[in-house]
C-alpha cells in the first residue's frame, strides 16, 4: 500500500516485487539483500479470538497452553516462536495459510489465532465482509517490529534505495504515510474495538 505510493513517484511500474519485497531483519540476508534504512511498516504480532470467548491474555503466552492455537508454518516473532519451541504452547493445529486459519478459527475449530494485525485483518476482511465483528484482538500484543523493503543486491539498487528511504521519510513526516494506512485498512470495511 505505501510502496504502491512511492514508486511511482521514481519513475516505477508496480509489477510484483519489482524493487524489493518488505520483510523482517535478518543478518543473514544481507548477503543477498539491501535493507532500506527507513521502516516500512511496523508489524504487530497480536492474539485473536472469536468476539463471544472468555479468553484473556496478560502478557505470558505459557497462561494460555490450555487454549489450542492455528498456526501457519512461519515465524510469529521472536517471543512467540520461542513459546512454541519451549513448549509453552503445546496445542497446536497447523493450516497451510492464513486464509484457511481465519475460517477455521470463525468455525470454532481452535480457540486463538496469533497473527500480524494487518494480516489478520485483511482475511478476516475477505472473509466477512462488511464486518460482522466476530474477532476480536487482545491485549497486550506480543510483539511489535519493523519491516523493511529489501533490494536485491545482484541489481545494485542502492541509489533507488536511498531515494525510496528518502520518500519513505518525507511521507511519514509531512502525514501522507498514515493517511494512506489509514485509507487502505478502511477499505475493508471492519473495525476492531
Not at 493450516?95 to 470463525?106: E, H, R, Y
Request: with cysteine; glycine share 6%.
Amino acid at each position: 500500500m505505501v510502496a504502491r505510493a512511492i514508486y511511482p513517484l521514481l519513475g516505477v511500474i508496480l509489477k510484483p516485487c519489482p524493487l524489493g519485497r518488505d520483510f523482517y531483519y535478518k543478518k543473514e540476508r544481507e548477503k543477498f539483500a539491501e535493507y532500506s534504512k527507513e521502516s516500512l511498516v511496523d508489524q504487530t504480532i497480536s492474539l485473536f479470538v472469536l468476539k463471544d470467548s472468555p479468553i484473556k491474555f496478560d502478557g505470558n503466552l505459557s497462561n494460555l497452553n490450555q487454549y489450542r492455537f492455528g498456526l501457519v508454518k512461519f515465524s510469529y516473532g521472536k517471543i512467540f516462536d520461542e513459546a512454541v519451541e519451549n513448549k509453552l504452547i503445546t496445542k497446536i493445529d497447523y493450516v497451510s495459510n492464513m486464509k484457511n486459519n481465519m475460517l477455521k478459527i470463525l468455525r470454532r475449530r481452535f480457540d486463538i489465532l496469533p497473527s500480524d494485525r494487518w494480516v489478520a485483518l485483511y482475511y478476516y476482511s475477505k472473509i466477512d465482509p462488511g464486518g460482522k465483528n466476530q474477532i476480536k484482538e487482545l491485549k497486550p500484543h506480543i510483539q511489535s517490529f519493523p519491516a523493511y523493503i529489501g533490494f536485491s543486491k545482484a541489481n545494485k539498487l542502492t541509489s533507488v534505495r536511498d531515494k525510496v528511504d528518502n520518500i519513505l521519510r518525507e511521507m511519514k513526516k509531512d502525514g501522507i504515510y498514515q493517511k494512506i494506512i489509514d485509507s487502505h485498512i478502511s477499505s475493508w470495511g471492519i473495525r476492531l474495538d
